[in-house]
């Protein structure tokens, strides 16, 4: 069950990977049916085009793009790192990413000077073992 469980999830997670990578072809800002149709020449799903964007929003790799008064549908945007510093959990077993903000590490790296380098902002990545991939090793043993 769980060897099920695992090869069903890494297949979802590279289903999402190839939205993100149509969301990367799109021009910026975009709706969601346009990242449906440029999805429909995958074969990907409504279902899943829809899920994989809300996990994006979640996980701040997409934002709505606001455009104020008169907009009708709702707009995306890729959230370009260049945009904002942030850190990031990543499973390796998984690829499970989750966003963090940790003000006492943020406050040490943004006052750090590197010589001959000014610095505009970061990404921190941790990596590890999500809880629902160590639940599952446990429950193997
Ligand atoms: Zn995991």
């Known amino acids: 069950m769980s060897v099920y469980i695992r090869s069903h999830e890494l297949r979802v997670s ?16 975009f709706t969601a049916s346009q990242l449906e149709e440029s999805c429909r020449t995958e074969h990907i799903s ?7 964007l809300n996990l994006f929003v979640e996980a701040e790799i997409v934002k ?13 945007e890729l959230n370009t790192t260049a945009s904002r510093s942030h850190m ?14 940790d003000k006492a590490i943020m406050r040490l790296i943004t006052e750090r000077k590197y010589a001959n380098f000014n610095m505009q902002n970061y990404t921190l990545v941790v990596y590890g073992e999500c809880k629902i991939c160590r639940r599952l090793a446990v429950k193997k043993k």
């Open 46 to 52: 409504t279902g899943t085009v829809y899920n994989a």
């Open 14 to 29: 590279a289903v999402r990977e190839m939205v993100l990578a149509q969301a990367c072809l799109l021009k910026q800002p």
């Open 88 to 101: 990031q959990l990543i499973c390796r077993k998984c690829g499970r990413r989750a966003t963090f903000y």
């Open 64 to 76: 709505i793009y606001d455009r104020g008064y008169g907009q009708t549908a709702t707009e995306y």
